[in-house]
């Protein structure tokens, strides 16, 4: 049984996509150490970038070709100065060449050496290839699928064997809702401490952690800076950042100096029914904000996702809970991190395979299901919570205008993060034991309408609002 951890679902980035951005990155940098362990990778001359379906159709918004020469550079998303990367990209631009690997200079010229192609590869519809041109004047090329959540994988059955070979089977297999459930039965305990248990086979009590420490971080500073940086965002398409005047219409003349200081003045504001969505909005903005902007972000599970679990995660912070601290975000984001797993196993998480429920609607069943369990609900009623938010995702299509992940998708976070909320408080008011809609059910839904669904509403832009209205128009 696939053995997935809650930081493959959570995990640091550059935006604005995980498929697009994330994923194309990841692969250069395994590209590069599939050539060392080859022993061709001192032979490199020159490359060549062949994206290809979803990937070429929005690569421009997206950064694909951006992202795709920074994971030939070397770099890590974790790690990487965000605000270098344009400086990075220009300079390659203007000489044409690329410090491959951060270890030697080859020649390379992004507007001749990364081509877009239209076509769709059979086996998944975000393709990249790369081919090296070596100093014997052969050629080799390795392709790499970009399957969501910055997932990467090949289609080789050798490697795929190899890789599952690879995987460690957790103590606690759990490949459905309803393993899950049986488990939290038998041994009397919560969704959490089931995810725990599995998390510590993989590594120690402080790993995990640091990890989550790590995560949270990353996801209120994305909040932080996207409700403190005025501006539009770039790409053309001339949107405003909105989390800025949101922000500044709700804390007032409130001062801080630093992200833990801002939740406590925000814990001390009188907060009413109609600034609980402003602020979780505001929240949610920030996050997608920053991601649409080459900002770091967590994909959760993916970055044009990113912004749901961190709100409903503040929400719980400066809303329900003020005495919230690391055990509560802990708690979060292993449910979080193991509800997203049971749809990446049983359906997916990539808006090329499933549109927009595969992010969105996926993200928001992640929060609701882990919101629920902070709120005191059952195992039962973290599943249905879940189900209740993805069940009103259900069929929601990707249609980017002019392929940005700007609109609708930033403000798709607002919204999947107030129907998370909603489907909390409507699980924990229901007998959850009586529930008439399995999680298991609204995840087959799910796979079967994404296989349903026409391609021109999946990241291609090729339909709905990505046709109706232009980059001219704004």
Known sequence: MECISIFDMLKIGVGPSSSHTFGPWRAGRRWIAELKENNLFNSVETVKVDLFGSLSLTGKGHATDIASILGLCGYDPQTIDVTSIASIV??????KTLLFNKEFQINFDPEAQIIFNKE???????????TAILNNKKSITSTFYSI???????????????????????????????????????????????????????????????????????????????????????????????????????IGTKQYANPNEWIESIRDTEVKFRQILKWVSCFALAVNEVNASLGRVVTAPTNGSAGVIPAVMMYYMVIENHDANFDDIKQFMLVAGEIGSLFKKGATISAAMGGCQAEIGVSSAMAAGALTELMG???????MASEIAMEHHLGLTCDPIGGLVQIPCIERNAMGAIKAINACEMALDSDAANAKVPLDKVIE???????DMNTKYKETSEGGLAIKVSLSDC
């Open 377 to 383: 609900g059952t195992p039962e009623q973290v599943v």
């Open 148 to 250: 969501g959540g910055g997932f990467v994988v090949q289609e080789e059955r050798k490697r795929e064997r190899k890789k599952m070979e690879a995987f460690r089977e957790f103590p606690l297999p759990i490949q459905k809702a309803t393993d899950l459930l049986t488990y939290c039965k038998k041994k009397n305990k919560k969704i959490s401490e089931i995810v725990l248990e599995n998390e510590r086979s993989l590594q120690t009590d402080n790993e995990i952690d640091t990890r989550i420490m790590d995560i949270w971080n990353v996801m209120l500073e994305s909040m932080y800076l996207g409700c403190h940086t005025e501006g539009t965002l770039p790409g053309g398409l001339n949107v405003r950042r909105r989390a800025y005047d949101t922000h500044k219409k709700l």
């Open 445 to 451: 839904t799910m796979w079967e309408t994404a296989k």
């Open 90 to 95: 220009e300079n390659i631009k203007s000489n």
């Open 120 to 130: 769709f590869k059979e086996f998944h519809p975000n393709a990249i290839t790369f």
